[in-house]
């Protein structure tokens, strides 16, 4: 089991990056977009560096949603391996069976 002080952090920069996202994209777009002036676009790279770190969504970090375990991680289904292979053995996961041959 992960620390929880990692795990709530880690809820936390999701929560940021959901609120910000509408505002983050809005600068980044206009940070990057060659027909405004540069002044223009310098200042819209000066409020996104002024917008919260953790509201970036590169900092968010692939945890198991069972375990909080950072390392080892399936995308589908959101778990880390082992979590995985325990409930894949216990009949929990659907159509997944040991592999044999």
Do not use: H
Not at 18 to 42: G, H, I, Q, V
């Amino acid at each position: 089991m992960a620390k929880k002080s990692s795990i709530e952090r880690n809820k936390k920069r999701t929560r940021l990056a959901k609120k910000y996202a509408t505002k983050r994209a809005a600068l980044k777009a206009d940070a990057s977009d060659k027909s405004l002036s540069p002044e223009d676009r310098f200042a819209a790279n000066v409020k996104m560096a002024q917008l919260p770190r953790n509201s970036s969504v590169v900092r968010q970090r692939l945890r198991c949603e069972l375990t909080g375990r950072p390392r080892g991680n399936y995308r589908k289904f959101k778990l880390s391996r082992i979590a995985l292979r325990l409930l894949a053995l216990s009949g929990q996961i659907p159509g997944m069976v040991k592999s044999s041959w």
